[in-house]
């Protein structure tokens, strides 16, 4: 069982930065593929950005590339999502997922396995 608890969503106006942490329980962090998504009011939750066990690969959303960055400290059991030049539309909800049998990247939300609460995030024009 792995249990994700997200933090450090809030309210900012754009153009603005924040930082997302994800902390996760267990001892076998390392061994998984990490991914960050996000639900915007009225939308189907989609995927924003992954990270590999050992942060050597990563992939973007087009709509956050350039914008966004994942990381990882498997030393600390966290994912981070630093966010920049914030948009209005970059408003949702914003979870983080554990993908445990990490065979490649993945990108679509059926293929993580455990998920956290979500965290808002809030861009004000």
């Known amino acids: 069982q792995v249990q994700l608890v997200e933090s450090g969503g809030g309210l900012v106006q754009a153009g603005g930065s924040l930082t997302l942490s994800c902390a996760a329980s267990?001892?076998?962090?390392?061994?998984?593929?990490m991914g960050w998504f996000r639900q915007a009011p009225g939308k189907e939750r989609e995927f924003v950005a992954g990270i590999n066990w050992n942060g050597g690969l990563v992939t973007y959303a087009d709509s956050v590339k350039g914008r966004f960055t994942i990381s990882r400290d498997n030393a600390k059991n966290s994912v981070y999502l630093q966010m920049d030049s914030l948009k209005p539309e970059d408003t949702a909800v914003y979870y983080c997922?554990?993908?445990?049998?990490?065979?490649?990247?993945?990108?679509?939300?059926?293929?993580?396995?455990?998920w956290g609460q979500g965290t808002q995030v809030t861009v004000s024009s």
């Open positions: 997922a554990a993908d445990v049998l990490p065979l490649r990247l993945r990108v679509h939300q059926s293929e993580y396995d455990y």
């Open positions: 267990g001892r076998t962090f390392s061994q998984y593929n």
